[in-house]
């Protein structure tokens, strides 16, 4: 049974950071693209990055790109999203997920197979 599990969202002031981590367990994911997208009251899921299990390529939402970092450590099996500069308009719950390769598309979250249960982060102004 696939689970993902994210911790370390919390409370922080504009300008500051946190770091997101994902546990990954119950199969093995190199064949897959692991991805964090968020979601803000009254708004869709939205896309903020990707990593590629195997060889580590990512991808980033033109709204975090030079701010947010998404990387992997294969020996916890576990994908992090370091959070610099944050916005208040960063607030949301942030999930992670993990979507099986090849994808042609892996903003959307449709297709992505498997969610974590998210972590709330919250920036103050």
């Known amino acids: 049974q696939v689970q993902l599990v994210e911790s370390g969202g919390g409370l922080v002031q504009a300008g500051g950071s946190l770091r997101l981590s994902c546990a990954a367990s119950?199969?093995?994911?190199?064949?897959?693209?692991m991805g964090w997208f968020r979601q803000a009251p009254g708004k869709e899921r939205e896309f903020v990055a990707a990593i590629w299990w195997s060889g580590g390529s990512t991808a980033y939402a033109d709204s975090v790109k030079g701010r947010f970092t998404i990387s992997r450590d294969n020996a916890k099996n576990t994908v992090y999203l370091q959070m610099n500069s944050l916005k208040p308009e960063d607030t949301a719950v942030y999930y992670c997920?993990?979507?099986?390769?090849?994808?042609?598309?892996?903003?959307?979250?449709?297709?992505?197979?498997?969610w974590g249960q998210g972590t709330q982060v919250t920036v103050s102004s």
């Open positions: 997920a993990a979507t099986r390769l090849p994808r042609v598309v892996i903003t959307t979250p449709k297709n992505y197979d498997y």
């Open positions: 119950g199969r093995t994911f190199s064949s897959y693209a």
